[in-house]
């Protein structure tokens, strides 16, 4: 059968094609340029031996297997066996008495002495010559062996363009090797060549590569940033004194972040370019606020802003508190989500779409086919780590319908927003195109919330617990576990614990609230229990934001290994929002991983988002605490935020310099490093 080509191979690789195969780097080295002899093969060593087959037989029991022993020569005392657990009949023929063969593999005690099972098995012909180069281990798929992927890349180093991007000055500046010495020291690194550094990525070659990619990341952004600084966008300068009415109708001022963060939002506003800001604060510092408030300059302009939320309960609350503020101001907020439909639906549709809609709240339903918006010119979205980059940039695109005076396409501002801060390595990669406002400040009353970990053993204990802070005259919530393999599941176990609690604790008034209840019923049991009507709610994850009653002061989260660090975060600022001290229940089941420990650990000793975001960051990586996995953003395939800091600001202070003095450099860097283009950097 022929070799599959390069480019086939690439493919197959999720490679743009056969010159990016020089950047599929090894994962690991097997050291095949030396022989150990026999009698120094010790157990537990992965190394290469030669010999001569003394004795080869194919055994039907205990499991059909191919058993051979190798010695030096014919009449050597030193012996190794060696089992081959799955073979080819062409195997057998080769291993005849007399063949001479090389193992790679790793020694182990045997019934009959040393052997391994199942080593790398080269037949050796004449004088073959040991390799000169450590030989590489590559990320592969099923189908695909290393040899092919070897030949490949062989391929791809002798043919390709492996001259540097970047002036040799810049590169011996820093330390660094050249682009071309990198790529051949990690892919054929020399005999004698620190494992230990090349596979923690910690050799100069890995440096100069990972600073590469960096270097090209921060160049996307940069330049992303630049072509939205070119974009046009309407100056929303003033707000005509609504702000100043919204204020006055509430029972509380606004905090000094609140101030400071809704000031830089207002200077954004009021440029003619679109505003690409991320608002972010801990769990109740008053977000929601402020982008209420950051919308009056839009209405008071006579356009029409989008509010985007990722779940159905959250997009109910967004709308109840803009609505709550607005409407005496004037305007009509309207609410759109898959739940609505019919009749409703299509009035609501036609009312965005007339411009009668002065701010429309929703799911992703917001960018939905059919929705189309008069004048939009703000879009807020909330939680915006959980859409994928795709999903928002769809959103903006529809701020482009509508032509300005000019003639010229008109982009709305975003402002987008999150209760899980962002690490400061994050904010200066993946978020380096975005201007940041921080809340870094609680609204006055809130107070601590003590958090204790629990075995599912003590769960009938804590029942009894709840029965008498329930009967104290507080309430509680108590968080079912999460299902992720089936909706229809956790509504499942949402009803058997509100059926279980209702039976143990009759004495005590029970709501349930979950998913797959309609709006309304939602909204009455959620009114009920924020009127103290009753005692303990029964909830999923739908009450992880926007839900605030200040007497409830305990939670209990069943199976709380089942959850991420970041919901469990959320779930626990539900509480600690009045006066009465606060409690956070976390009962977990057995047995846990160790990822699970670290995550409740980290849970119990931190209130602080930041820290949790931090430790979240370090315990999933950037491609899962972005929710970018699936969303089309080229994650970091070789550096590391945490490891290779001083490697991105290095990048970022070059990528600036480069842009204004050098495009000739980032065309080629960029063609290097982004092969598929730049479109999900818009977003």
Known sequence: MAAEPPEAIARRLGLAGARDLVLHLPLRYQDETRLTPLDQARPGQEIQVEGVILHAEV????????????????????????????????????????ARVRLLGEVRPGFFGAEMVHPQLRVIRGDTPLPETLTPVYPAVAGLSQNAIRKAVAAALRDGDLSDTLPAAMVEARGMPGFGAALDHLHHPPP????????????????????????????????????????????????????????????????????RALGEIRRDLARPHPMNRLLQGDVGSGKTLVAALSVLPALAARSQAAVMAPTEILAEQLHLKFHEWLTPLGFKVAWLAAALKGKAKRQTLADIAAGDVDVAVGTHALFQTGVAFRNLTLTVVDEQHRFGVGQRLALREKGNLPPLPAGEGSTPHLLMMSATPIPRSLAMSYYADLDVSVIDELPPGRTPITTKVLSLARRDEVIGRLRDYCLSGAQAYWVCPLVEESEKLQLKAAEESHAELTATLPELAIGL???????????????????????????????????DVPNAALMVIEHAERYGLAQLHQLRGRVGRGQRESTCLLLYGDPLSETAKQRLRIIKENTDGFAIAREDLHLRGPGEF???????????????????????????????????????????????????GLDYLRA
């Open 192 to 259: 004698g060549a620190d494992l230990a550094l090349l596979e923690n990525r910690l050799d100069p070659a890995w440096r100069r590569l990972k600073f590469d990619e960096l270097l090209a990341q921060q160049l996307s952004l940069r330049l992303a940033a630049r072509r939205r600084h070119a974009l046009v966008a309407p100056p929303l300068a003033d707000d005509g004194g609504l702000s100043e009415r919204l204020l006055a109708a509430l029972p509380f001022p606004l905090t000094a972040a609140q101030r």
């Open 59 to 98: 055994q039907p029991r205990p499991r059909r297997q191919l058993v051979a022993e190798i010695g030096e020569d014919a009449d050597s005392p030193r012996r190794l066996f060696f089992r081959l657990l799955h073979f080819y009949p062409s195997q057998v023929a080769q291993l005849r008495p007399g």
């Open 513 to 547: 609230v979950h998913g797959r209840m309609k709006a309304e019923e939602k909204a009455a049991v959620m009114a009920a229990f924020k009127a103290g009507g009753l005692n303990l709610l029964v909830a999923t994850t739908v009450i992880e934001v926007g839900v």
């Open 626 to 676: 972005l929710g970018a996995r699936q969303s089309g953003l080229p994650m970091l395939r070789f550096a590391d935020l945490e490891t290779d800091l001083d490697l991105l600001e290095t990048a970022r202070g070059l990528a600036d310099d480069l842009i204004a003095r050098h495009p000739d450099i980032v065309d080629r860097h960029l063609d290097r490093w982004l092969p598929r």
